[in-house]
């Protein structure tokens, strides 16, 4: 079945100590997401792909960065993770219609962070 | 500043409709809602998606009126297995901005 797939689904690191996280996706979707949702929150948008085209959040602090290497996958760096920063991490993929009208997000089951 | 706002709770019981219902007044013309849902360590999952008027799948239907500044979603004969966390959200085609509502938790009883 296609889908979207987080490596690790739980992954601990240490204040300040780098960590990278991991999404691919089978659906050849052309726009990755990745969000950050912390306990009884709404998922906050950090940034997203259109294609190649980075397009970051205004408030997504610098401490976080994201590669997208090809169409299938994208990772989430965070440079020197805070106790702030513990949350569950989220990537999701759609197709789009072009510019500014994104279809359905398809989730991929999250990577929870914790940080010591 | 655009905003989504929906209830924080709800109750309902087995077999009965839920309706939860959202407000969106700043939502722009081009703009289209979409409900998901959410259950507990698991990422959110696409319900329904709409523009105007009336939408319909095999687990929901989504009402919208004219003025669109508010959406209800509709669950016919919920069961125990649909309490879980709804989120509305309104994408803005003008900058692409998501506006997530903070969702509603929704308990169904027997």
């Known amino acids: 079945d296609a889908m979207v797939i987080q490596n690790p689904r739980y992954q601990v690191t240490q204040f300040g100590k780098p960590v990278t996280l991991s999404c691919s996706q089978t659906?050849?979707?052309?726009?990755m997401y990745w969000y950050q949702q912390k306990s009884s929150q709404a998922p906050k948008l950090l940034f997203h792909?259109?294609?190649?085209?980075?397009?970051n959040e205004a408030d997504t602090p610098d401490n976080f960065q994201s590669r997208r290497p090809n169409t299938s996958f994208c990772f989430l760096d965070i440079r020197s993770p805070g106790l702030g920063d513990a949350a569950m991490y989220l990537c999701?993929?759609?197709?789009?219609?072009?510019?500014?009208?994104?279809?359905?997000?398809?989730f991929g089951p999250g990577t929870r962070l914790t940080v010591l | 500043l655009a905003k989504t706002t929906q209830p924080i709770s709800m109750d309902s019981y087995e077999g009965q409709e839920v309706n939860i219902t959202c407000s969106h007044n700043n939502i722009a013309t081009n703009d289209y809602i979409t409900w998901y849902q959410q259950f507990p360590s698991q990422g959110p999952r696409f319900i329904i998606q709409?523009?105007?008027?009336?939408v319909t799948n095999e687990v929901a239907s989504l009402f919208i009126p004219a003025d669109r500044k508010s959406s209800t979603l509709s669950l016919p004969r919920v069961s125990l297995s649909d309490t879980a966390v709804y989120y509305c959200l309104v994408a803005m085609d003008s900058n692409y901005q998501l506006i997530w509502g903070a969702g509603t938790k929704l308990i169904i009883k027997p």
């Open positions: 709409g523009y105007k008027t009336k």
């Open positions: 999701a993929t759609s197709s789009s219609r072009g510019r500014g009208s994104y279809n359905e997000q398809f």
């Open positions: 659906l050849n979707h052309n726009v």
């Open positions: 792909y259109y294609d190649k085209d980075f397009n």
